[in-house]
C-alpha cells in the first residue's frame, strides 16, 4: 500500500508478505534464521522495487561475515520479488525473543545495491552493513548513498514448527524540503510501535499500520495491489548460461555420458539437459 502525506512530504509504503516468503521458505527449504533473514531481505527489496517506475529492477545482495554467507535478492516495480540466500540451513539461538538475523548475516560486510533504471549503464551503490538486521542496513544505504532519509521496519515470525504466521515491513520517506520536527514525532512514533510482525497477528491490516505510522499527519492512501515471488527462469536462459560455458565444457560433459542438471539459484526449478541437447547446443555455438 502506498500513502502519500502531501503537506509534509512523506512518501509511506507498507506491505504484507506473509505468504510469499512462506512460499520462499518452502522453495529453498531454510531454517528459520535464514527464513528472517531472507523474508526480510525479500520485503525490503519489494518496498525499494515500489520506489520504481514499472519495468525498472533492483537487486540487493548482502554480503556479510555470518554463516548465512550471502542474500541476493531482485525486485521489479510491478509487485514482484524473488531471493534466495546462499547457505539456507542456519539456525541460530534467539537473541531478546527475536530470531538473531544481525549474527547470521554478520555485523562486518557489504550491501550492494544494482538499478537496471533502463539506461545504459545500471546504478550502482555500496554500502557497509550497519546492523546486518536488513531494515536498518537499507535504512542505513538510503540515507547514506541516495541521501533520502528513511525509515525502514521489516518483520518475519517464524512459529515453532518454522512455518511463518507474519511477514511484513514499511519504508517511510521525507522528501525534500523536509519538515523536520514532524520528521521528528514521526520516528518517535515509529520507534514506540510494536513490531510490525505484532501487529500483524494481531489482525492489523496495512491501513492499521500506515495509521500507526502516520498518527495525526493527514495522509492519503494512493494504491493498493498485490506481491508475489515470481521468478523469470526458463529453459532459453539457462541454455545461454551452458552456451556460457563453451565448447570444451559441453564437449567434456557429453564424453562423460551424463545429463547435466542445472537449478535456477532463485526457484530452485530443476532443468535437465540430454546428450541430445547438448549437442545441439554445441551446434548453435559453432
Ligand atoms: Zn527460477
Redesign the pocket.
Known sequence: MRCIARDENILGLVCVTTNLVNEARELHSTYPTATAGLGRALTGGLLMGALLYKGQRIALKFEGNGPLKKIIVEAEGDGTV?GYVVNPEVDLPPKNGKLDVAAAVGNEGFLTVMKDLRLKEPYMGVVKLYSGEIAEDLAFYLAESEQVPSAVGLGVFVEPDWNVSAAGGFLIQSLPPANEEIIDDMVRRIEKMPPVTELLRNGKTPEDLMQQIFGKIPYQILAKKPVSFR???SRERIEQALISLGTEEIDSIIAEKRDIDVS??????KYVFGKVELERLLKEIQ
Open positions: 524473488k521468478c523469470s527462469c535456477c539459484h532463485f526457484c530452485c526449478k
